[in-house]
Structures are given as structure tokens and as C-alpha cells.
């Protein structure tokens, strides 16, 4: 369930710091009723992004695929990775 606060509690700015690392969500602030601003963790916003960007490799490679834009073949995928990351 999303936590959300009136903009007067940030006040206490080391209780706000406590809840957003317990939940691992963000906090939405609200100012005279309205929404104004999210809060959270910097391990929340990494893991958020990081999520967001493998979306988005995702949408790409199903947007090349659609378009018919070449894709390397799975054997050449794994040399490109043994040869940046020695995993073979």
C-alpha cells in the first residue's frame, strides 16, 4: 500500500529517512490536498532505474525485431560475452 504524506511531515526528516528505507517504496508527498513530490530511497531509485532500463533494452531489441533490423545470432552473442567478460 503506498504511504502518503502531507508535506508538513517532512519535518522529521530522519523518520521520513527510516520509513523509505524499511519499505523499499516511495513516499508520496501531498501539498494542500494535491499531489507534489514522491520520496525514496537512493536503493530504491538504483533498482527502479535499473529496472527501467531493461525495459526499455527489452522494447528496443522487440522494435529491431519488428522492423527487421538484423540481430546477431545467439553463438556470436555469448563470443561477444566471453570476450568482455571471460564467461566460457
Do not use: W
Amino acid at each position: 500500500m503506498p504511504q502518503i504524506i502531507p508535506i508538513t511531515e517532512l519535518r522529521n526528516t530522519s523518520d521520513i529517512s527510516d520509513r523509505c528505507h524499511s519499505s523499499m517504496e516511495p513516499i508520496f508527498v501531498t501539498k494542500n490536498g494535491f499531489g507534489d513530490m514522491v520520496i525514496m530511497s537512493m536503493e530504491a531509485y538504483d533498482s527502479m532505474v535499473n529496472s527501467s532500463y531493461i525495459d526499455d533494452s527489452i522494447e528496443e531489441a522487440e522494435r529491431g525485431i519488428n522492423e527487421g533490423r538484423p540481430n546477431i545470432s545467439a553463438k556470436e552473442a555469448f563470443r561477444r560475452l566471453d570476450s568482455k567478460y571471460g564467461i566460457r
